[in-house]
């Protein structure tokens, strides 16, 4: 409906005209954008494979201060997401260069790590890195929703989100490999994520075209508040806020792996490898549930991804030999909401305004993580962490019963 109106004045998508159904659907570009990000998350995934443990069992940190620590991690950058967004849609050089600096500023921190240790420290240097993910994440996925036709978005970002899991599988296993090979493991491993971080920037530069989107007519420049006034937009308004209320009962993948982990009994040196079921699943199951997305519809499918975290919570509650399946559920709920959400929000907004479209939307999430991290950290502090995860089910129960209430009158089934 609202998408409908904005079309008569807008620029329309420019996806890949070469012929093929399978490259309408996935353009080149989405191709490249996905390199970039395995490469990226290779980087990033060798980090926060072992930065758990490093905090906790390394520098003696608490649950409550690595919530704190973790929360920096998922929502320092959010507000930057917003910033991030509106300059990709200001026109100019485009999101690429917004994308660039973003990826840019967080190379530069891996490094940084292995001259910190000490926990405010860490964090600060933590802070720099979510700016530069928060720089980058709108205007990457404006590229890759300007490239694609509306319906193939959900299979484009399946495709893309396939491509950046394959960097989440392989980084924690290069994490696992430094470790047991050195001696000065965790420096090890930033030096490492240090040098892979600055390779993906390069295939950014290299192989990334920019965007080629522009306006039909001239008109000024965007301003931040109309990027908040999209907010305006009923179909937009209410998948932000649904987003955000599940995104305050989604637990930190991190704080799930140290109960896993503690169940388990493991090793430190395999403690990386916990993410390694959740990074396959998500792998598998990205394309095919994006591809479903665009079928039956991204918010009921966004919703129906919650449900497969709930099931992954009662498992963790009530039986700790089911692991495989606990991570099997993990990753499909990623499948299922990740660029599901992304592509969802990009047909709630004016084609011109996708950037700021998305960082709305994923400014709001984070932020919601952020409180969940910072809340269950505390729980788990006062009650221990399989009470402040049965409190968490309840209300991710309740919160998805409201939004589906939300949801069911959406106008998304309309435009995908």
């Known amino acids: 409906m609202y998408l409908a109106d904005s079309r008569s004045t807008k620029a329309p998508a420019v996806p890949d005209q070469r012929p093929g159904r399978r490259v309408a659907a996935v353009p080149g570009t989405v191709i490249a954008l996905g390199a970039v990000s395995l490469v990226t998350d290779v980087s990033s995934e060798m980090v926060s494979a072992v930065l758990p443990l490093y905090v906790v069992a390394g520098l003696g940190l608490s649950p409550l201060g690595f919530g704190l620590l973790d929360g920096i991690n998922n929502g320092v950058g959010a507000l930057v997401r917003l910033l991030g967004g509106h300059l990709a849609d200001r026109g100019g050089r485009g999101p690429k260069s917004v994308a660039a600096v973003g990826y840019g500023l967080s190379a530069l921190c891996k490094p940084l790590l292995l001259l910190v240790h000490t926990v405010p420290l860490i964090g600060a240097v933590l802070a720099v890195d979510r700016t530069g993910k928060g720089l980058r994440t709108a205007p990457r996925d404006a590229m890759i929703s300007l490239a694609t036709a509306p319906e193939h978005r959900g299979r484009a970002f399946g495709v893309h989100r396939a491509m950046d899991t394959t960097g989440a599988l392989l980084g924690p296993l290069v994490a696992f490999a430094v470790l047991r090979a050195t001696v000065d493991g965790y420096d090890a491993v930033f030096a490492v994520s240090g040098c892979v971080a600055a390779l993906g920037v390069l295939v950014l530069l290299l192989f990334v075209p920019s965007a080629r989107s522009k306006p039909v007519d001239p008109k000024p420049r965007p301003s ?125 907004a ?48 309740c919160t998805a019963v409201t939004t589906y209430f939300l949801l069911r009158s959406s106008a998304d089934e309309v435009t995908r």
């Open 224 to 348: 931040l508040r109309d990027s908040l006034d999209l907010l305006r937009l009923p179909g937009l308004r209410r998948l932000g806020v649904c987003a955000a209320l599940l995104g305050l009962t989604t637990v930190s993948d991190s704080f799930l792996y140290l109960l896993l982990q503690r169940q388990l009994g493991l090793a430190a040196h395999l403690f990386p490898l916990l993410p390694l079921g959740t990074a396959a699943a998500f792998l598998l199951l990205a394309i095919p549930f994006g591809a479903l997305a665009d079928r039956v519809g991204r918010r009921r499918l966004f919703l129906a991804g919650h449900l497969l975290l709930l099931l992954a919570y009662a498992l963790v509650l009530g039986h700790s030999s089911a692991v495989l399946l606990v991570l099997v559920l993990h990753g499909g709920f990623y499948a299922a909401t990740d660029g599901v959400l992304a592509a969802a929000a990009a047909n709630a």
């Open 350 to 397: 004016p084609e011109d305004r996708q950037g700021s479209a998305l960082a709305l939307v994923g400014t709001g999430q984070a932020l919601a993580r952020f409180l969940c991290s910072l809340g269950f950290g505390a729980a788990w502090s006062v009650w221990g962490g399989h009470t402040a995860l049965a409190v968490t089910a309840t209300a991710l129960a």
